[in-house]
Nanobody, 120 residues
Framework: QVQLVESGGGLVQPGGSLRLSCAASGSIFSIAVMGWYRQAPGKQRELVAAISSRGRTNYADSVKGRFTISRDNAKNTVYLQMNSLKPEDTAVYYC??????????????WGKGTLVTVSS
């Protein structure tokens, strides 16, 4: 059983920073892509950033230059450093692991989400 556990969400003032972490646990051989999505109230879930096992990154235009994604392959952990936060960044942030190689094949997993609130 593979689980993704996120941490690091919370309340921050505009212009502040937060660092999200997501650790994947279980019988995992490898993970192709790890990423962060977010869903604001009344909106669809959207990709924030993703990173491949080789370190190739992809960002939403709205966060380029402010957010940085990184991962530790040995720990099956992905991080999201969020700087210069804006009220419009307020959302539940979900961790995703895509192309997870387990004994039964390739699977896709989601975390339960962590709330980020940007407000003064």
């Amino acid at each position: 059983q593979v689980q993704l556990v996120e941490s690091g969400g919370g309340l921050v003032q505009p212009g502040g920073s937060l660092r999200l972490s997501c650790a994947a646990s279980g019988s995992i051989f490898s993970i192709a892509v790890m990423g962060w999505y977010r869903q604001a109230p009344g909106k669809q879930r959207e990709l924030v950033a993703a990173i491949s096992s080789r370190g190739r990154t992809n960002y939403a235009d709205s966060v380029k230059g402010r957010f940085t994604i990184s991962r530790d392959n040995a720990k099956n952990t992905v991080y999201l450093q969020m700087n210069s936060l804006k009220p419009e960044d307020t959302a539940v942030y979900y961790c995703n692991a895509d192309g997870v190689k387990v004994t039964s094949g390739l699977m896709d997993y989601w975390g339960k989400g962590t709330l980020v609130t940007v407000s003064s």
